[in-house]
């Protein structure tokens, strides 16, 4: 017997779930790449786009995903044999360091974990010391994620940017912000980000498939310098001045209607308050899982309160997480991320990001509490109606 008939709930950490006022932007004929309505809609979108990263810079647009975006950032400021420091907090800062080592750049870790966030005094010690004893052959760049989706963690940008001033070193400061654009403050130019990355899956509420990329000015320095640089992801050749330069050939039409009418949702519903609604559900995620965890089998990733993220969280279950993700899917409709990394198998995931609200979150803390309590798996009873109860106390009439 199985409970799932009806529309499926996608709790995994990208792509989230695309509105239907999204999906009803892209469904319309294609237009004239060339026209005025497209380049009308390029400006539009390169124009939300400084004022989501909050820079002054120049944002680009590509065909890609996050992945390709990470190739982008480091292939139009970065030249062989460079040498970089990434910031270890889970998985994905690890894979935008592989990328690198793959175009020929030499690559250090900043060692960390999956249950903590990076620690600004390390990084300013470790680019100190670079400072002190590389000579011109120091650190070209910085590398860490905002969010990581494997580990949960939220990394503090801004203390980390003040850690690279105070340590006086010159590097590039480049930041992933694919799990947290549109999710949770990002202030680029504010906190001396020189090159943002992100994507349209998450936050932006839209299908995959644009990846995104601003420049600051100290960034676009670099560029002129670089040999990484590829046609494709080659910013000079983007700044043309005809419209299908922007986007190395023709532009992904329905993905910018869908992109931009993401957009005005966003602008609609104001930052401030996606910011406190992200916080809110995040929360009552949390609060459900830690009553869940009275009963020893399983327990939040992320050790520190303080350091875990509001769009998606991790949670560690050793022995039936492949159990518990198949139950809520197979019998109850609801798709839950699985673990990544050194976590696979052993953990579960959570989202709360992009176009999520409280009965989509309470029906899926609703799902895993009954899978908890079908399978059998060690659990004190009531994370739910601690989820309900935080939430009643904070969304007042």
């Not at 680029?188 to 498939?209: C, E, F, H, N, R």
């Not at 299908?244 to 930052?271: D, N, W």
């Amino acid at each position: 017997m199985v409970v799932r008939a009806g529309r499926e709930f996608l709790a995994i950490p990208g792509p989230t779930t695309v509105p239907d006022e999204v999906l009803q932007a892209m469904h319309r004929p294609a237009v004239d790449i060339y026209g005025g309505a497209l380049l009308a809609l390029t400006d539009r979108l390169f124009a939300d786009l400084r004022w989501l990263f909050r820079t002054r810079g120049r944002p680009y647009i590509y065909i890609a995903n996050g992945h390709g975006a990470w190739e982008a950032a480091l292939t139009n400021v970065l030249s062989r044999g460079d040498r970089v420091l990434v910031l270890e907090s889970g998985r994905f800062a690890l894979g935008w360091g592989d990328t690198a080592a793959k175009l020929g750049v030499t690559v250090e870790v900043l060692k960390g974990d999956y249950r903590r966030a990076v620690r600004p005094r390390d990084v300013e010690a470790r680019l100190r010391h670079d400072a002190r004893t590389a000579g011109k052959n120091r650190f070209k760049a910085v590398l860490v994620v905002q969010i990581d989706t494997a580990s949960g963690v939220v990394n503090d940008l801004a203390a980390i940017g003040k850690a690279i001033h105070a340590a006086g070193h010159d590097a590039l400061y480049m930041a992933d912000a694919v799990a947290s654009l549109g999710c949770m403050p990002f202030d680029m130019d504010a906190w001396g980000i020189d090159v943002a990355v992100s994507g349209s899956q998450k936050g932006l509420m839209s299908p995959p498939g644009i990846g995104l990329v601003a420049a600051g000015s100290r960034a676009r320095a670099a560029h002129k310098r670089a040999d990484l640089r590829t046609p494709y992801w080659d910013w000079t050749a983007r700044d043309g001045t005809v419209h299908y330069q922007k986007y190395a050939g023709t532009p992904p039409e329905h993905l910018m209607f869908a992109l931009g009418q993401a957009f005005k949702m966003i602008r609609a519903e104001g930052l401030d308050n996606i910011f406190r609604r992200h916080r809110l559900l995040a929360e009552a995620v949390r609060r459900a899982v830690a009553v869940w965890a009275r009963g020893k089998a399983l327990e939040l990733n992320v050790t520190a309160p303080a350091e875990r993220s509001d769009t998606v969280t991790t949670v560690r279950l050793a022995r039936h997480a492949r159990r518990l993700r198949a139950y809520c899917d197979t019998k109850c409709g609801v798709v839950l991320g699985q673990g990544l990394g050194e976590m696979s198998d052993q953990a579960f995931r959570i989202a709360h990001m992009g176009h999520v609200n409280a009965p989509m979150v309470l029906g899926t803390l609703g799902v895993v509490e009954t899978a908890l309590a079908a399978l059998d798996i060690p659990h004190r009873k009531g994370g739910v109606q601690a989820a309900i109860d935080w939430l009643g106390a904070q969304v007042k009439p």
